[in-house]
């Protein structure tokens, strides 16, 4: 079977922070999408292995940051280490929250502060409900960064309203 990365793309790239036990964590995922217009709900797909996984359990909390174009060095940093071995913090310009403990992306557009409703084992993945409790909008004029697969990456051209 192809990787099923490769077969739904493009998707959003955002980086998605945590935090507990004294540990702020950033990582960049997109496995993420839309869920509920009210509440506004939207999900992510973390793996097993993932740091963030470790955190949102202990604190059921995250931020959700969009990523842009101009973000992409960030991305594949966030994306390529674990903060179980880095604080990715030290590269990554971050700015206070107003609901929850993780932290906000400074250079991100779009941050969404949410509480973790559930945390589903999914395959090799887990599916993380989330509720949007604060969100942060700087511009929608931005050029959002999608993801193929890997390292393979692209841009996205809007069409604008068809009527
Ligand atoms: C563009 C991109 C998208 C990614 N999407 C996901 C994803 O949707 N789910 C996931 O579990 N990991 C994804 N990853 C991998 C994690 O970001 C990576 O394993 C990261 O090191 C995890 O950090 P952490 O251990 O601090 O949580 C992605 C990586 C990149 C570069």
Redo the contacts with the bound molecule.
Sequence with gaps: MTRISKLLQPRM?LLITSYADNTH?V??????TPISFNPPLLA????HT????ELIEKNPECVVNVATTEMLDD??Y???????DVD?FEKIEWEECETVKPRRVKKSPVQLECKVLKIIPAGD?NIVLCEVLTEHVKTLEYKPLM?VSG?D?ATSTKIGPVA
């Design positions: 790239v964590d990582a960049t995922f997109s496995f993420v992510f797909s973390v793996a993932r740091y963030t996984k991305a594949l966030c994306g390529t280490r674990s903060g179980r990715k993945h993801h390292s990456f």
